[in-house]
């Protein structure tokens, strides 16, 4: 019996990848005709309900307007085309502004953001730097701190990279 569940369950798991997959194609053209960046969908069961959620950016904000006129053109769009066979909840938002970053597209779309980067092991003593987001590799993560200064730091050394507010970074 728990094999069929672990089967089921992965099955469910390859299913949600390929509508997620399935949703951000169908999306990404709808969001660029509004002049924002689709930045991430996520497509998951909360208790009986699905959710399919979109993540957009632009420069100079999201406002509700942009949100709420997405969300009209890529619900018509996923209506239409069929991508998703069960009921689900569609919801429209910015990415938030102390987002964890998932994906290389979010570190490029991200490039030149403030972030807060934990690490695996400390870099000159500290667990947490703070910097603009530069280039990332498959090496290296490069930030800028506060002084201008370029800082390539391993990228298996980093845990984690968080965009930043101003505010929440440390007094020196």
């Not at 947490?128 to 370029?150: F, K, N």
């Amino acid at each position: 019996m728990r094999v069929g569940l672990a089967h089921s369950f992965q099955w469910k798991g390859c299913i949600a990848l390929g509508v997620r997959e399935d949703v951000f194609a169908l999306a990404e053209p709808v969001v660029e005709s509004q002049g924002l960046k689709l930045v991430d969908v996520e497509y998951a069961k909360e208790g009986p309900r699905w959710f399919v959620r979109l993540f957009l950016y632009r420069p100079e904000g999201v406002s509700l307007e942009d949100c709420q006129r997405t969300s009209d053109a890529v619900g018509e769009a996923l209506e239409s085309r069929d991508v998703i066979k069960n009921p689900y909840h569609l919801e429209v938002s910015s990415p938030g502004a102390e987002r964890v970053l998932k994906s290389e597209r979010e570190y490029h779309i991200f490039q030149g953001h403030l972030a807060k980067l934990t690490l695996r092991e400390p870099v000159e003593g500290q667990q947490v730097r703070y910097g603009r987001l530069g280039p990332v590799t498959a090496e290296t993560v490069t930030i800028t701190d506060a002084v201008g200064q370029p800082q390539a730091i391993a990228r298996d050394n980093v845990k984690q990279i968080r965009l930043a507010l101003e505010s929440s970074v440390p007094a020196k």
